[in-house]
């Protein structure tokens, strides 16, 4: 104990200097814990931006990774540009003629193409290989047709009645008379039956009924067989020469067409966006009713065998615009307010909300059709396959297969539905501006006119 005491008192400085030391130490292990002190090392370390260097050291950039970066990104661009390329193709059409867009040079050049627009809306039927109901006319020749067949009938009987008479006893001068099996008068053998007797007169005199069009009496024996009824011998002869039905409403027909003035270039312009749509249409219809046509074998392609049995109408409604520019624009028509089994489906807004911009000018459409139920969504995806359109809304309800005969129509045995479907189409905004009249551009809100 002595001896501790004694090394206490020899080494007290040197003791006290380590204590010191150790609590110099401790303070300061404790003080670098804090809160306050690992927030400045963070701040400074963010502040200095030395927290990259581990990540720096780990993936270093080199000049070769860097110039496969930038490939990669200028091949991108490259297939983005393709990519819009060939869109602008797809939806790119032809204006009917030059020198009209987007102002005509001069006058007779809006008179050219009014022509020209009238012309070409009448071939549209022609492409479709499309027909009317029976005419009045076709339903007369079906009458004389009818009329000449009875004539070889009765003169057919006659020969056979003829023929027994041979058999008999022979009158006073050798000669048996015939007798008109129309009438009951005599005739010669071999006189022409039907358009020189008299008509409404059956056998021994009896009056025939008529078909209340003019045409031949009918035989009270064979009224109401098809082949002898003339408007039903039309309807069938017309169903077989045609492939699809339309009427003179069908279309969209831009009043210029009968106006006799000059057209103003933004009605040019609307009636020539609406031939666009209604070609379209057109092409969709007869893609899908040709390949049905050409599987048809051992007969002529009719009516009864394509899926498209008639066109009822194609309204091309207009511009879908902003609110504050009016909500649409619409392309007038000079058809008949008879639309109501279109304008039953456009009260309301689009579903897709889709309006005009800088890229996409928006045009409303719709089309009715009488179609083979089996082949409604078909129908759709032609349409929506043409360009760019897309399918808004499909109301469908069944035929009525007595009223549409009465109207004149043969659409075979198919099962058949009246279909009303809303597209909107889709214009490059990249692709039009440029032949858009100076009015046509300030509707869309592309630019202000002068004045």
Known sequence: MRKILTMLKTHWMSLLAGVVAVGAIVFGVLGMSSDEVVKKMKAEISRTGASSISSLRGNVKTEEMIAQE???????????????GEANRINRREVLMGGVFPQPEKTATSFEFKELYKRTMEVLYSQLDAGTVPT???IQEEAQNVEDLLALEAEQKAEEEGDEDDRAPRAAGGRTPIMNPVGGM????????????????????????????????????????PKYDPVYRARVAK???ILCYYDETTFHVSPLAFNPAAPAPEQMWFAQVGLWVQQDVVNAIKRMNDTAANAVKDTDPCVEHVPVKRLGLVRVLGYEVPSELGGRIYFETANSPSDAKALDSVGGPSLTGRRCDDQYDVVRFVVTAVVDQRDIMALIDEIS??????????????VNRDIEENMGYFYGTDPVVWVTLEFEGYMARDVYQELMPPKVQELLGIKKTDG
């Open 385 to 398: 396959r043409v360009n760019f359109y897309q399918c808004l809304s499909v109301r469908y309800e069944a």
């Open 186 to 225: 005599p005739m010669g053998r071999g006189m022409p039956m039907g358009r020189g007797m008299p008509m409404g007169m059956g056998r021994g005199g009896a009056a025939m009924p008529a078909t209340g069009r003019g045409g031949p009496s009918i035989p009270a024996a064979k009224s109401g067989e």
């Open 239 to 241: 169903a077989k020469s």
């Open 70 to 84: 930038t490939r990669k990104g200028q091949q991108f661009e490259h297939e983005y540009n393709l990519t819009v």
């Open 136 to 138: 009045e006319v076709e």
